[in-house]
């Protein structure tokens, strides 16, 4: 049974960070396009960011520079590492997987894109 499961969450005062993870069963990270969304109360979840099947990765503009997208596919584990929080970075964060793999494969930080879904993290971060 493929799992998408995140922890890493939890409440941090504004210039803080957190790591999350994802751990992944019953599907393979490495090669794969996989994505951080995130989802605050009454809004749409939306991308974070995303890491494509050869590595390369993007980020939404509010997270550049300060959010960072990694996997270790020898672990099977997706992170995003988060520096310089600020209150509106608070949602609840989830972590995706495409469904395909490969060239010609879309990868992006749409919704669209990704078909596995974690339960998702709770980030919190007070000015």
């Known amino acids: 049974e493929l799992q998408l499961v995140e922890s890493g969450g939890g409440s941090v005062q504004a210039g803080g960070s957190l790591r999350l993870s994802c751990a992944a069963s019953g599907y393979i990270i490495g090669g794969a396009c996989m994505g951080w969304f995130r989802q605050s109360p009454g809004k749409e979840r939306v991308g974070v960011a995303r890491?494509?099947?050869?590595?390369?990765?993007t980020y939404v503009d509010s997270v550049k520079g300060r959010f960072v997208i990694t996997r270790d596919s020898a672990k099977n584990i997706l992170f995003l590492q988060m520096t310089s929080l600020k209150p509106e970075d608070t949602a609840e964060y989830y972590c995706?997987?495409?469904?395909?793999?490969?060239?010609?494969?879309?990868?992006?930080?749409?919704?669209?894109?990704?078909?596995?879904w974690g339960q998702g993290t709770q980030v919190t971060v007070s000015s």
């Open positions: 890491i494509a099947s050869d590595g390369s990765t």
């Open positions: 995706a997987a495409a469904q395909f793999r490969g060239r010609g494969v879309r990868c992006s930080t749409e919704r669209n894109d990704f078909t596995y």
